[in-house]
């Protein structure tokens, strides 16, 4: 099993910066694989970024530039920074990792792009 636990989010302004983090326990041996998904109310969960089983950086196009996915070199935890939001980034953010074939979620936390 893996759990997956998900930090930091919240509300902001148009244009501001928040910084999402996900820790990992149990059966994962590294963060190859994890990344971050959002869900807006009345929407499907859709992909935002994740490391591939490469170790790659993967983005979707309208985060590209602005959204950068991170990871502690000693801890399974991968960030999310989130610059420049706009009002469509709202939604709840979920940290995934995909493991032995099997998708993995967190809890999920809200973030708010609101003037």
């Known amino acids: 099993q893996v759990q997956l636990v998900e930090s930091g989010g919240g509300s902001v302004q148009p244009g501001g910066s928040l910084r999402l983090s996900c820790t990992a326990s149990g059966s994962i041996r590294n963060t190859n694989g994890m990344g971050w998904y959002r869900q807006a109310p009345g929407k499907q969960r859709e992909f935002v970024a994740r490391f591939t089983s490469k170790g790659n950086p993967w983005y979707r196009d309208s985060v590209e530039g602005r959204f950068t996915i991170s990871r502690d070199e000693y801890e399974p935890t991968v960030h999310l920074q989130m610059d420049s939001l706009r009002p469509e980034d709202t939604a709840v953010y979920y940290c995934?990792?995909?493991?032995?074939?099997?998708?993995?979620w967190g809890r999920g936390i809200q973030v708010t792009v609101s003037s």
């Open positions: 995934n990792a995909f493991v032995d074939n099997t998708d993995h």
